[in-house]
């Protein structure tokens, strides 16, 4: 039985964003462990420590923008506990309504207090109190005079990031684009194909009698988007193994590989195993999947939601990558190469992926996406299809690595018409089809099927 002693839900926040600061671990993965070990919270306030956690982290620059008005000492001066106090304060203040000013700076004092910063109490208290009088005052830099500078603050974007941005969709995507990832993003689920009418409806009662916002996705019928929810392990059906987590733009490369029965599909980098149980469900038993990643823990995941699924035709084993394995040559009839990325498409579900990048590590992942490349596919059979996909929206990582593989190896773009939901036929390029946040109802996200010449001359 857990413990249910009094918990501070702000100094846990606090505790995460000092651990998140440091690079220690990223985000979502340390939040969702928190939130499993307190499992036992009231829903709202569990739901407090996410908004407040993921909303610090998201407004982190503009945080720091306002916090540099007001305070005497600039943020990069401060000591890491404080000011990651002031951000999660400042967020208070600003973001959450429901929450009294006054609470929000005598909290701040208590925890500084605490955490044995008692000479800076009137230092956080002074700030704090200055803003919250100040608030519908605040100020930003001119769109009109930096229009860059203000779309780096207004949405807490690195400017190196917005000048990328910028410079390959122009001023006006962009922001649509910044703006989408600071949108609050409902979870999708995958439910079965093989349910009946009947079972979904019945499906969808129990979901209703559990207040659990449900809607039907535009774009596949076995998709839906849940708003309201608690935790997916609560949700009707997910224990039963008749629903799975992962967004529709993942989804698509299943639905889009022609997966026929009795097919052997290979996934190169396979956690959390998504797509390699979609591809196995497709699959109805027959044939067989192999999900490999890097790690033993990554292959666990694949395990564990594999096992929930009662997905029976998936093998999941450790394999890096980037070392060849001549038993697997030419073996796959369809090859997933969801290869490692910068992210830049899921920013607003992992919010420190923006803090964390810089040129010159997009420059090392797309060698990195190269080397495997090179490496993974003589797994293909002649005649055979490569999915290659990503959640990124850089161009490098994505149309280019598919002129790349054209022009290096003997694979050919496919359209992927007839698999794709109507309302992205149009999308699709000669290079594959690039999903936008805020444009489309789906994470930022890129994929194509190449097929290999039966010829390799």
């Known amino acids: ?79 890491p506990l404080i000011r990651a106090l002031l951000r999660m304060s400042v967020y208070q203040l600003i973001y959450m309504d429901n929450i009294p000013d006054s609470a929000v700076c005598n909290e701040a004092v208590k925890l500084a207090v605490k955490h044995k910063f008692s000479s800076l109490k009137g230092f956080v208290n002074g700030v704090l109190r200055n803003i919250a009088r100040q608030k519908e005052k605040l100020s930003y830099p001119s769109y009109e005079e930096n229009p860059l500078e203000y779309l780096s603050i207004r949405y807490s974007m690195p400017l190196w990031l917005v000048e990328h941005f910028v ?32 079972q979904r409806e019945e499906l969808k009662d129990r979901w209703q009698q559990q207040k659990i916002r449900v809607k039907q996705h535009p774009y596949l019928p076995y998709a839906y988007s849940c708003e309201k929810l608690e935790g997916v392990n ?50 109805e038993g027959s044939g067989q999947v192999v999900a490999r990643d890097l790690s033993a823990y990554k292959i666990g995941l694949i395990q564990k939601n594999a ?34 990325c910068s992210g830049l498409g899921i920013m607003g579900k992992k919010r420190d992926i923006k803090y964390r990048l810089t040129p010159e590590s997009l420059d090392e992942l797309v060698r990195l996406q190269r080397k495997i490349l090179t490496v993974v596919w003589p797994y293909v059979k002649p005649g055979g299809i490569l999915m290659y996909s990503t959640c990124t929206i850089n161009p490098r990582e994505n149309e280019e690595q598919v002129r790349w593989i054209t022009e290096k190896f003997p694979f050919e773009v496919e359209p992927m018409a007839e698999g ?27 994929l194509a099927r190449l097929r290999r010449r039966k010829s390799d001359e």
């Open 1 to 79: 039985m857990k413990e249910t002693c009094k918990v501070n839900s702000r100094e846990l926040v606090l505790s995460m964003l000092m651990e998140i600061d440091g690079q220690k671990e990223f985000s979502h993965i340390l939040l969702r462990q928190v939130l499993d070990k307190y499992d036992y919270l009231p829903g709202n306030e569990k739901a407090f420590i996410k908004r407040l956690t993921e909303g610090t982290l998201e407004r982190r620059l503009e945080l720091d923008y306002i916090l540099n008005q007001y305070s005497r000492v600039e943020v990069h001066r401060m000591k």
């Open 167 to 198: 410079q390959l969709y122009g001023e006006e995507l962009t922001e649509q684009l910044l703006q989408a990832f600071l949108e609050e993003h409902p979870i999708t689920i995958r439910v079965k194909e093989e349910l009946s009418d009947r």
């Open 234 to 283: 609560r949700m009707a059906g997910f224990q039963e193994g008749l629903l799975g987590v992962q967004d529709v733009s993942s989804m698509l490369v299943a639905q889009s590989a022609e997966i026929k029965q009795g097919m052997r599909i290979l996934d190169v980098c396979g956690a959390p195993g998504g797509k390699a149980i979609h591809a196995a469900l497709k699959l």
């Open 307 to 340: 096992n929930r699924q009662r997905v029976e035709n998936l093998i999941a084993e450790v394999w890096d990558a980037t070392l060849f394995d001549p038993e697997k040559e030419e073996w796959a009839d369809i090859l997933f190469c969801d290869l490692p």
């Open 420 to 446: 794709l939901p109507d309302a992205l036929r149009k999308l699709e390029t000669e290079q594959g089809l690039q999903l936008l946040p805020g444009l489309q109802e789906t994470d930022g996200f890129f």
